[in-house]
T-cell receptor, first 114, second 114 residues
Framework: AQKVTQAQTEISVVEKEDVTLDCVYE???????LFWYKQPPSGELVFLIR??????QNEISGRYSWNFQKSTSSFNFTITASQVVDSAVYFC???????????FGKGTKLTVNP | KAGVTQTPRYLIKTRGQQVTLSCSPI?????VSWYQQTPGQGLQFLFE???????NKGNFPGRFSGRQFSNSRSEMNVSTLELGDSALYLC?????????????FGSGTQLSVL
């Protein structure tokens, strides 16, 4: 069975600080996908990124970057120069290849203070 | 394109009643999945439908059921409501695009059971 662990329950930073959200996953599948979602107070889960198990390339999208390391089963998410609008709960999740059944971590609540 | 639409946004029911939640996927999406979100258990997969067929099911009792119509709209039903069913119910629709599968979530239905 798949499992996703987000050890950080809450993080509080001051605007413009960099912050890294940790995600560790467990799976026995050779083909799997990893995701990050953002949940603002409105409740909707906003898709941020999807990675498949064969692509360990790190990715940067604006102030967001992701570090995927199979050797440590980690898929960490870094926000550079954080902004107040980044305040939300962030979820890491995984799925088996070809399945829409996502297994989510418990989420990390990020608060960015002005 | 309109996003995933869930109705109603809020619902209050009493124990023993039943409830039906509705989800309209993004136009062109044929797959719909449902998730339950509670403070204690986090986000948990309920079921997934594709072309009116249930393709995957999570570990929930038989009181939770769903269906999908020919226009891809989906409903989920919970019978004999219990206090523990109070949760945010999220629906997601998906397609297989150039970057692979992406799930797009609605804002959810907040169900309170009194």
């Amino acid at each position: 069975a798949q499992k996703v662990t987000q050890a950080q329950t809450e993080i509080s930073v001051v605007e413009k600080e960099d912050v890294t959200l940790d995600c560790v996953y467990e799976t026995r599948d050779t083909t799997y996908y990893l995701f990050w979602y953002k949940q603002p107070p409105s409740g909707e889960l906003v898709f941020l990124i999807r990675r498949n198990s064969f692509d360990e390339q790190n990715e940067i999208s604006g102030r967001y970057s992701w570090n995927f390391q199979k050797s440590t089963s980690s898929f960490n998410f870094t926000i550079t120069a954080s902004q107040v609008v980044d305040s939300a709960v962030y979820f890491c999740s995984s799925s088996q290849g070809g399945s829409e059944k996502l297994v989510f971590g418990k989420g990390t609540k990020l608060t960015v203070n002005p | 394109k309109a996003g995933v639409t869930q109705t109603p946004r809020y619902l209050i029911k009493t124990r023993g009643q039943q409830v039906t939640l509705s989800c309209s996927p993004i136009s062109g999406h044929r797959s719909v999945s449902w998730y339950q979100q509670t403070p204690g258990q986090g986000l948990q997969f309920l079921f997934e439908y594709f072309s009116e067929t249930q393709r995957n099911k999570g570990n929930f009792p038989g009181r939770f059921s769903g269906r999908q119509f020919s226009n891809s709209r989906s409903e989920m039903n919970v019978s004999t409501l219990e206090l523990g069913d109070s949760a945010l119910y999220l629906c997601a629709s998906s397609y297989w695009g150039r970057e692979g599968e992406k799930l797009f979530f609605g804002s959810g239905t907040q169900l309170s059971v009194l």
